[in-house]
């Protein structure tokens, strides 16, 4: 499902407060060149803004900046992305107050998007309400060219969702906890692993599929639920197409790695960043092994590893350009001679920037 808006909010940006903003926007983003006519766009991605009410009409204010930054920014892109993916959490409890202002944040954007739900809109409800706004949790649109796929990636077993939980709330406040072991894993489960199954049959094996979801559909570290517990299942699924993509939200960082003919790219949150798993002294080393961490360098200012991403297609395959709000941008992109994604500058070890030391 999708929804196209039309805002009168870019005059004002055009003027003179719209300056800073076009500042921060790195040429790059400005300046693609396009291999392949048919794949000749663009399309943004913001996730993970977590917006939070107080009470009343008052919400958390950095998350509410957080989304509205991206939102505005990409308004300004020139050229214009063809559309947007929202990645998911975009409440924070699941309330329908939180629902109502992350969509009117969201309706100012200048493109039709798409949404993709996560464990915060869900467990509350269990999507209702979000369905009523965005529509179908799961479903699968073609675009010049490309196949592009959304999964509900953070169901999980039945019992837990509907026998454990005395109320509702409960239940959400469990399933949002980064490392609250009452939590349970995520899963895509059979009934849409059946209709993902039947949606592929029709598409021809050359044909690019780009996969979105929530959770990322590879195990890298279950404590926190950076988890797909049948992404296995999943990814069978993907392996006969030459050429696939998977992104996801949820992790609130960068990574990126390549699993049999599937890249797999995270993005970035608006609200906050997550610490890396590694950096955790209690847990093992747990991140995908293309993955070079974004180099924070105040881990106390949330703002440094937060942001929204450009994607761009033009080989069929994944480019994302993560613009970062107050940090150095990062470019990943599938390199065709090593076959997997790469970031385009630090990527080789010597040219690894080292983490500022904190003392
Ligand atoms: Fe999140
Ligand atoms: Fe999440």
């Given amino acids: 499902m999708c929804r196209c808006h039309v805002s009168t909010r870019r005059g004002f940006l055009k003027g003179a407060g719209a300056c800073a903003v076009v500042s921060t926007l790195p040429m790059s983003m400005v300046e693609l060149a396009f291999a392949d006519s048919r ?22 204010r950095n998350w509410d900046r957080g989304l509205i930054r991206a939102v505005a920014e990409t308004n300004l892109l020139d ?28 309706a100012k954007l200048d493109y039709k998007y798409h949404c993709v739900m996560g464990e915060h809109d869900y467990y509350l409800d269990l999507g209702e309400y979000w ?9 699968s649109w073609d675009h010049k060219g490309v196949h592009f796929v959304t999964l509900n990636s953070i169901l999980t077993y039945e019992d837990w969702t509907h026998k454990r939980w005395p109320t509702a709330m409960q239940r959400m406040v469990e399933m949002a906890g980064l ?15 059946d209709w993902l199954r039947k949606d592929l049959e029709n598409v021809p094996k050359d044909t690019p599929i780009v996969l979105f979801s929530h959770s990322p559909i590879q195990k890298i570290y279950k404590g926190w639920n950076f988890w797909t517990e049948d992404a296995e299942q999943v ?10 993509t998977v992104v996801y939200g949820h992790v609130h960082q960068i990574q990126y790695n390549q699993i049999g003919n599937i890249s797999f790219h995270a993005v970035m949150a608006t ?8 950096s955790y002294a209690q847990a093992e080393s747990h991140l995908p092994k293309l993955t070079v961490p974004m180099n924070r360098a105040d881990p106390f200012f949330e703002r440094d ?11 069929g395959r994944v480019a994302m350009r993560y613009n970062l709000y107050n940090n150095t941008n990062r470019a990943v992109a599938f390199n065709p001679k090593t076959g997997q994604p790469e970031d385009t500058v630090f990527q080789a070890p010597q040219s690894r920037i080292d983490a500022q030391i904190h003392y």
């Fill in 39 to 60: 794949r000749n766009f663009t399309f943004a991605y913001i996730s993970d803004s977590h917006i939070q009410q107080i009470k009343g009409t008052q919400f958390v």
């Fill in 79 to 106: 050229p214009k992305p063809d559309f947007v993916v929202f990645g998911g959490d975009l409440a924070q409890l699941g309330k329908k107050e939180e629902i109502d202002h992350g969509a009117a944040m969201l």
């Fill in 131 to 139: 369905s009523k706004l965005f529509g179908p949790h799961y479903y």
């Fill in 179 to 193: 490392d609250n072991p009452n939590g349970s894993p995520f899963m895509v489960g059979e009934a849409q692993c």
């Fill in 235 to 244: 990814q069978a699924l993907l392996q006969p197409f030459d050429n696939v």
């Fill in 271 to 278: 609200a906050w960043p997550w610490p890396y798993p590694q």
């Fill in 305 to 315: 590893a937060t942001g929204w991403q450009l994607i761009d297609l033009d080989t």
